[in-house]
DNA sequence: CAACCGATCACCT
DNA sequence: GGTGATCGGTTGC
């Protein structure tokens, strides 16, 4: 199924995340597990900017947490949160510049099995919309399903050829795009930097 | 070096 | 709708 896909460019990512927020929307996040490819179409973003947006780990400065917000673009951004979850965000913007965009939620696409056993729902009806979504309608969830941790995934590059966690384009084009504030946050909370696909059934909770 | 707290989730009422 | 779990990065004493 993302057999004709191609990874994206990085020109793709050396832009604002804003623009690139919006259209991520509709591509796909593939991990490589051997012959295994686990995939998720990207139906859920937000932006984090860099000193103006207080919400954005950037706000703080340049720390060895944050290192790769400030780096090369296309390159994965994996923090811990909560003590219990990991969570995705692509770095935009050309070294130097802050900037990146959380994945919030995917529509499972291949390997739906393999995401459930790693979530820990092994018994999940797979046929069953309700069930599909219980495997990556959060940014912790996509996380768990699709194996990404800081020490393994952080600053990864997700645009090589033999990276085993990419992001990709089949042709997918997005429909209708809502715009609301993020999610989670106190500072800069008014800011409209979430992104998604109207209507998607694989949207986090609201 | 102790304290604080967060870009979440699941389970409870 | 409310809250506990659980950890590391960051900050303040």
Known sequence: ??????????????RDPRVVARELLGKLIVRREGREQLAGRIVEVEAYLGAGDLAAHAAAGHTARNAVVFGPPG????YFIYG????LNISCLPAGEAGCVLIRALEPVSGMREMANARGLAGLELTLPRDLRKLASGPGKLCEALGITRPRDNDKDMLSAKSDLQVMSDGFRASEIAVTQRIGITKSAELPLRYVIAQNLFVSKK
């Not at 199924?1 to 050396?14: C, G, I, S, V, Y």
């Not at 390159?75 to 994996?78: D, E, P, Q, T, W």
């Open 1 to 14: 199924m993302t057999n004709e896909a191609k990874l994206l460019r990085r020109a793709f990512f050396n």
């Open 75 to 78: 390159h994965a951004y994996v």
């Open 84 to 87: 219990v979850h990991y969570c």
